[in-house]
Structure formats: C-alpha cells, structure tokens
C-alpha cells in the first residue's frame, strides 16, 4: 500500500518537474528568441476578403489583424506587403515597418502579411487610404508574389475599379480560404517549446544533399527552383500574373494620387539573388543547377516598367547586399538555413531602401 503511494507520490513529482522545467524553458525561449513565431499558417484568422489576417490575440497584433502596436491614430507611411513586411525571424520592433519610422522618425503602419501577393494589395492599398499617411509603399517581392496563392476568377472579378486577367493554371491555389488551421500550427504559433522542437528536428532530419553551397551558405535547391518557376515571363500562368500586377500597381498609384498620397514600390530581391550577386562579385563559383535568372530578368521588367510609367520605386538588393556582405565579413548570420527571410540586419536594408525612396519622393514633390 505505502509503495503504491510512494510511487504515484514520484509519478506526480516527476509531472510537476517536468512541467516546472517546461515552464522556465517556455519562458526562456520566448525571452530569448523572436517568439511568438511567424511562419506560413502560424497565428492567423480568417477574413471574408483578404481570407486571412494575424491573429490579434497575440499581444504584436493589432485589433485589426496586423502587426502594429494599434489599429487606431495617424500615420505619415503605410506599407503593404507579404512576410518580408510582416517580419518573419524578427520581433515586431525589428520589422521594416518599424525601424523605417525609427529612421524617418514618423508613424508607419504595417499591413504586412506573410502570404499576401498581388491580389490582396488593392484591398489593402484601400485600407490604407483609410489612414490617411502622406505616403504609402509596396513591398513587392518578384520570386512569389506572381504565382502563389492564385485566387479564383470570382474573387478576381470582386477587386473595385480592376479588370484583371484569369491566370491559365489547372489548380487554382486556396490559400486564401485557408481557415482551418492545424493543430500543430496551433501549437507552434502558441509555445515557444514546440515551435523550437519543430525547427531543431527540421534542422536535423534535413538532408545536405537537398541543400546547394554557395560560399558556406546553404540554399534548399527547391527554392531555388520553384523562384525560377515563379519568375518565368516565357510561363503562360507568370506572364498572365506580371500583366496583372501592373494593372494592380497602376491602380494603387491612380487610386493614391487622386487622393493626394504618394506612391511607391520598394522591390526586395530574394536570399538566392542576393546570395548570386555576392557569389559573382567576389569570384565564387555558382554550383551546377544554381542560377536566378528569370527573377533577375522580371525585376528588370519591372524597373523598365516603372520609370516609364513615372512610378516611384527603388531595387533594395544593393542596400540588402551590401549588409549581407557586412555581416560575412563579421561572421554574422543573415539568412537562417532553409529560410529566405532575415534577421534584424536585413530588414534593416529594407528599411534604408524605403526610407531612400521616401525621401527622393518627398524632394520630387517638393520641386
């Protein structure tokens, strides 16, 4: 009898320590790292239009569903965009949203939202003009925002004012009914434990064999190659997209400047173009099967199309280049393995490319 007690008496004390050390590690981990994590269906709820936003609950995330520290008040800047807005890897003082006000030392409101592409920016582009800034910019990122995500022809049809072309793909995508979110998405987005266990076991069951080595740095060659597939102007379904986003960004320009606020689009290159810009200027040899070309050749078609359509805009990969190269000299990570989102450094570029657009904006308008 006294054994039975004495074991169930160890059993709960072994709970209790247990749950005791899980605790303090939670608690270290979320002190520690930039928790809560954000990631690809990690802290979000749905929307009927956008088809979902971040989940406000989390004490980064607005009433409204984005990462502001409040919904409400005055903002000089607004900026729209995907992850790299949002601010993947970062805590919400490291996104570029934020240190752009840091820099600029105005209010800026985040409407980032990993995910987003081209066909939720009018909508938030309209949401913007709901916080009457002065200025508002477009985070546009070439290597996704074309092909991933396709909504179907009736939310299309649904965008105010546009008329945009159905993209030929067999399988429209869905993320953007996305709802249901898992349970292990619910539990990453929630514990810091299980959200550090998933990434060392990613780290560990990941094989050097899917990865190429470009001077030390690891890139997932299907990253590699699903940019190139997201990039191809010769593919029917990109060539269809790009015409889109230039029906998409001269409608936010047009919509803006009747209402006195200024455009502009920042274009944030992607870790495999940067990675390949660093390789050739410093003489490294590319591996076989890694090149970038086709999000080289779209942000080119880009920059063409924007200076003759007097859109503002800057390229951020010499800003985001030239940190990535500061931080390999000083042994510092940039890019997480198997991740195409920085650190704090390099959404610190981002935030220097913005903030030089902003202000050759304010001086143009100023003439």
Known sequence: ???????????????????????????????????????????????????????????????????????????????????????????????????????????????????????????????????????????????????????????????????????????VKDRLEQSDISLGDRLKSNFAVVSAGSYLNNKRTSNNASYYDVGGQAVQKKRVASHQ???DLSDPAIATSFRNSLAVINYINDTLNQGGIKFGVVIIPSKELVLQEWAQAINIPLPDGFHVANEAALIDAWRKYFASSEINFIDATPFVLEAFQADTA??????????????????????????????????????
Not at 40 to 61: C, F, Q, W
Not at 330 to 353: E, K, L, N, T, W
Request: hydrophobic share 40%; glycine share 8%; aromatic share 10%.
């Open 1 to 171: 009898m006294n054994a039975g007690k004495s074991g169930r008496k160890n059993i709960l004390l072994l709970g209790i320590s247990i749950l005791f050390s899980l605790v303090v590690l939670e608690i270290g981990l979320r002190s520690f790292t930039p928790f809560p994590i954000h990631g690809e269906m990690a802290n979000r709820v749905a929307h009927p239009v956008l088809g979902y936003t971040l989940d406000p609950s989390d004490k980064e995330i607005d009433a409204d569903g984005f990462r502001n520290p409040a919904a409400d008040g005055r903002y000089d800047i607004v900026v729209i965009g995907d992850s790299h807005a949002q601010g993947f890897n970062v805590r919400s003082g490291e996104s570029f949203p934020h240190q752009l006000a840091d820099m600029l030392e105005v209010a800026v409101y985040n409407f980032g939202v990993g995910g987003y592409n081209i066909y939720q920016y009018p909508y938030l582009a309209e949401l913007a003009r709901e916080k009457s800034p002065s200025l508002v910019l477009l985070a546009l990122l070439p290597s996704n925002d074309l092909l991933r995500n396709i909504p179907d022809s009736e939310y299309l049809a649904g965008i105010p004012g546009l008329e945009l072309e159905v993209v030929p793909v067999k399988i």
């Open 229 to 231: 597939q997201y990039t």
């Open 330 to 367: 000083s042994a510092r990570i940039f890019y997480p393995r198997g991740d195409g989102h920085p650190f704090a450094s390099g959404y610190q570029s981002y935030a220097r490319a913005a903030a030089t657009l902003a202000r050759e904006i304010d001086e143009k308008s100023s003439r």
